[in-house]
């Protein structure tokens, strides 16, 4: 147990340490979007100052559905957006198209017709903080990313399971760290974020695995239902208990949609969100209105789902009712969905975020110690695991200590920087600022393997602080906003992007100095490491 541990723990931890800083910092992807948006800021907050203006939504439906009728005609599914969440502008449609992927057009809310691509008032183009989501379950590389992590998820409750059954004094581990004391510290620091955090790994790892189940164990779903994106909507469809006819093929009119919208708020208690039209213009249509979830849901239930009403679109027959986070189909869909809500933190509302959040550091905090720790280990005492090439992989795990550690925390805060410095208008600037956070990181790695161990880890984390502390200064410099403005006009989501970068910085520039006025272990002389060899 303590050899797969040790071994396991080892070679998955650089991989792991980055979906969980990743995974940390997707918890608050919304507030990181919101400040790699500035001129929406602008928008947001001049749209705050002004009087609500009166929305009217039944003609924004009705310009939307002539829309998709003009442009969309046949497919099977229109979904409408009539207002945004804070502001009631803001008029979305989708489908489904021809590849069966999801499509969306912007409308005008005045004429219907869709708005250029770029019609966004010069924003900058960027993928925000959805880029740490995609990146710690697929590594912009799905599907091979997914099943790659995946594999590394199983061999993490692997060392985890293998790391509780080795672990002599677990309770007495809870309250024990000893600082200054080397290998010591190293091992109790592993100790204690593992220990403390024990339930919540298990818990995000486990979960990780299961809501992606269709995907990583794909065999009985195939067999019921075949292969293809079809198989697969039917598949979730009937988990979800939702029944879906198939077209009848004789033409009907989309109804008017306000007063099938206006009933179902009253039924369920929320405003809606989305009207969703299976079988548009024809006999078998049907008309699902989704709510909104208020902040209060988010305190009662686990689950995440709205409000939602569907109606027959022949006769305005109430269909199917879900209350606000109820699940249609029994226990197995909401065990699915109390799943997901749970790795996605969807319920509890801020507070719980930061926990996830300074759980995820802490899960990220026990791969690096670990594999730090293995190296402290072997500085005094040269193993022989690898035969005459084991200096030579001991040296490459040093440089995969650093660069999956401090380069991958250098390319998060540099994919910051690059929001900030690249051209609103350069082409694929989203695309690019990706390119930055993976160069950097590759930079990284190759700085990590030609510097000493020690200097290495320095000089990143020296750099580390030094990008994070002075990120207010590039907002300052590049749009004349900092926090103090930020907090002034209630603006918590780009203050709190920023005073977490300071205050990241702060630590990563302590432990450069701490490294830096602290000497290594000296590795043994060369004759004793000749002895060490031969005995082993």
């Not at 692997?158 to 190293?186: E, L």
């Not at 879900?322 to 197995?332: D, I, L, N």
Request: net charge neutral.
């Amino acid at each position: 147990m303590a050899w797969l541990h040790t071994w396991v723990g080892l070679w998955f931890s650089w991989l792991l340490f980055a979906v969980f800083l990743t995974g940390s910092l997707a918890v608050f992807s919304e507030a990181i979007t919101h400040w790699m948006t500035p001129e929406h800021q602008a928008a947001e907050a001049q749209a705050a100052e002004q009087p609500p203006a009166k929305v009217d939504r039944a003609r924004r439906l009705e310009l939307a559905v002539q829309y998709m009728a003009r442009h969309h005609p046949g497919t099977g599914m229109w979904e409408i957006w009539p207002v945004d969440r804070f502001h009631d502008n803001g008029l979305v449609a989708y489908w489904f198209d021809k590849d069966g992927q999801y499509a969306d057009a912007e409308l005008d809310p005045e004429t219907g017709e869709a708005l250029a691509e770029d019609g966004q008032g010069g924003a900058r183009a960027t993928l925000g903080g959805t880029h740490f989501v995609d990146f710690h379950y697929t590594l912009h590389a799905n599907p091979t990313g997914l099943w790659i992590v995946a594999f590394a998820a199983v061999a993490m409750l692997v060392a985890m399971i293998s790391g509780v059954v080795t672990h002599k004094r677990i309770f007495k581990d809870f309250f024990t760290f000893r600082a200054r004391k080397g290998q010591r510290s190293w091992l109790d620091g592993h100790n204690a974020t593992a220990v403390l955090t024990l339930p919540f790994q298990f818990m995000i790892v486990y979960t990780g695995i299961v809501i992606s189940a269709v995907t990583l164990m794909p065999a009985p779903m195939v067999a019921a239902y075949g292969t293809g994106m079809e198989a697969s909507r039917q598949y979730l469809a009937e988990l979800m208990g939702e029944d879906k006819p198939a077209p009848a093929g004789t033409p009907l009119a989309v109804p008017p949609l306000e007063p099938l919208v206006a009933r179902a708020e009253q039924m369920i208690g929320q405003r809606a969100r989305a009207i969703v039209i299976n079988n548009p213009e024809d006999a078998a249509m049907r008309i699902g209105v989704y709510g909104w979830n208020e902040a209060a849901t988010q305190y009662t239930s686990i689950s995440s789902t709205s409000g939602m009403v569907e109606f027959s679109g022949a006769t305005g027959e109430v269909l199917r009712m879900r209350q606000p986070g109820g699940v249609h189909g029994g226990a197995a869909p909401l065990t699915r969905q109390v799943m997901a809500d749970l790795h996605m933190v969807k319920f509890g509302g801020l507070a719980m975020k930061w926990l996830y959040f300074l759980c995820g550091l802490a899960g990220a905090a026990m791969m690096g110690t670990g594999a730090v720790l293995f190296m402290v280990k072997r500085r005094t005492r040269m193993g022989h695991e690898f035969g005459a090439a084991t200096a030579r992989v001991y040296r490459l795990i040093e440089g995969l200590n650093v660069a999956a550690m401090a380069g991958l925390a250098f390319a998060c805060i540099a994919y910051l920087w690059a929001n900030r410095l690249l051209p609103v208008s350069l082409p694929q600037r989203a695309s690019w600022e990706i390119r930055v956070f993976f160069l950097v990181w590759a930079m990284t790695l190759a700085h990590a393997w030609l510097c000493t161990p020690r200097r290495a880890w320095i000089w990143q984390l020296g750099g580390l602080s030094a990008l994070c502390l002075l990120l207010p200064v590039l907002s300052l410099l590049t749009l004349g906003d900092h926090p103090v403005a930020q907090i002034a006009r209630d603006d918590w989501e780009s203050a709190g992007v920023e005073l977490t970068s300071i205050a990241a910085g702060l630590l990563a520039g302590w432990a450069a100095l701490r490294l830096r006025n602290r000497s290594l272990p000296a590795p043994p002389p060369r004759k004793a490491r000749t002895q060490q060899e031969a005995a082993a």
